[in-house]
């Protein structure tokens, strides 16, 4: 299985506030903004030097973001690793054990493929793993 960081994702309050403090403290400027309707999320993604930072806002209290922001506030929601096939490595994890949300890859941003891995499984942290579509 070969992995790489495609994202770190933030959970913010205030999508618009968060995007313009990393233009103005940090200097990065928003390459991708996208809403998700069916994740109940709207995304801006910032390059950070090769992974992207993803700032997520919830568009819907009751969505996976939704309700994260209420338990626990802002801050690390998960870390997206990017796999050549997403499919075989969803496969590779359920045979070893490991416990899946989505146990066949959906669309996600940017057209990506996507299926994320229970915190359970991962010591607490929430894993997204990523296929791009071909030719990107």
């Known amino acids: 299985m070969s992995l790489r960081v495609e994202h770190i994702a933030l959970a913010v309050a205030d999508l618009q506030a968060a995007v313009e403090h990393y233009a103005t403290v940090w200097g990065i400027e928003v390459e991708h903004r996208e809403r998700v309707e069916d994740q109940g999320v709207e995304e801006a ?3 950070i030097g090769g992974p992207y930072l993803q700032l ?12 994260f922001l209420a ?22 994890l359920k045979a070893k054990g490991v416990p899946l949300i989505d146990e066949a890859p959906r669309v996600g ?7 994320f891995v229970h915190p ?16 990107q």
């Open 71 to 92: 338990k626990r506030g802002e801050g690390l929601h998960h870390i997206a690793y990017e796999v050549d096939d997403l499919e075989a490595t969803l496969a590779d």
């Open 56 to 67: 997520l806002g919830s568009t819907d209290p009751e969505s996976p973001v939704g309700r």
């Open 120 to 135: 359970k499984g991962n010591h607490g942290l929430l894993v997204e793993l990523i296929q791009r579509p071909s030719g």
């Open 109 to 115: 941003g940017r057209g990506h493929m996507v299926a």
């Open 45 to 47: 993604m910032l390059p």
